[in-house]
């Protein structure tokens, strides 16, 4: 499991498009946060030593990286053949599924892990120096660790479904998108209701904007860890149902 693990790490570092991924994730984000003037996201242009903007359009753009991460992860290995090669191996189909995954979460984590130096560079220009709510922040980044698995999840299992990596991409971003804002676009036509807010609750958004605030909730932890769970196991299913 190791060593599969190993090889897509080391595929996806000596692959161009993986770097152009992370550095259009950057740049974007970077664009945003400093750049663009007239939003909302702009932490120049608020007057407050904050990085909420960060939180807050990370989700947005991981529906574009995620996926492109992602979509080779099974598609290339249905697409080239190797696919059964693989499943011959001394390994189980959720072994597989896991290191792929894994995998692709280490890779998440490693595009996020620049993003500190906003947080630095907002910490050097609070006045006082250092006047940020650095508890929240670590709480956010949590958030936003728990949001990339569940993604993570969704392009491994979207990858699985299609032989081409474009489709593969475009399915992820459909699903990401869905159960992002999908369930609560459902409970706002809903308008109130004890419905509507199990609707609500039903989508990632909802749990995210509350971890996002740096409260961790044991329901949102929870419901993360299951939707991510959820996803691998309809993997391992599309594998399998390669015997039938």
């Known amino acids: 499991m190791y060593s599969l693990f190993k090889k897509e790490i080391n595929s996806f570092l000596n692959s161009l498009i993986g770097y152009i991924s992370v550095a259009v994730f950057l740049i974007v984000i970077g664009l945003f946060l400093w750049v663009f003037p007239g939003n909302d996201l702009n932490i120049a242009e608020s007057g407050y030593a904050a990085v909420d903007s960060l939180f807050n359009i990370t ?11 992602t979509m080779r992860m099974f598609s290339e290995e249905k697409r080239t053949g190797t696919l059964e090669i693989l499943l011959t191996k001394p390994l189980t189909e959720f072994q597989i599924v896991l290191a792929k995954y894994l995998s692709g979460l280490v890779l998440v984590i490693f595009s996020l892990l620049p993003t500190l130096v906003y947080v630095i ?8 120096v250092g006047n940020i709510d650095l508890g929240g922040i670590a709480g956010s980044y949590i958030g936003l660790f728990f949001l990339a698995s569940g993604f993570v999840a969704i392009g491994v299992f979207a990858s699985s479904l299609a032989d081409n990596q474009l489709v593969a991409f475009i399915i992820a971003m459909f699903l ?6 999908g369930f609560q676009s459902v409970a706002t036509i809903l308008a109130t209701g004890v419905v509507a807010n199990l609707i609500d609750q039903l989508g990632i958004v909802a749990h995210y ?5 740096g409260v961790i909730d044991s329901r949102d932890v929870i419901y993360f860890i299951s939707l991510t769970a959820l996803f691998l196991v309809f993997t391992r299913l599309k594998l ?3 015997k039938w």
């Open 240 to 242: 399998e149902s390669r």
């Open 176 to 181: 990401c998108l869905l159960c992002y804002t």
């Open 209 to 213: 904007n509350s971890m996002s605030r």
């Open 59 to 69: 989700p947005w753009v991981y529906m574009f990286l995620i996926p492109a991460i």
């Open 121 to 128: 560079t907002v910490y050097q220009y609070a006045a006082p």
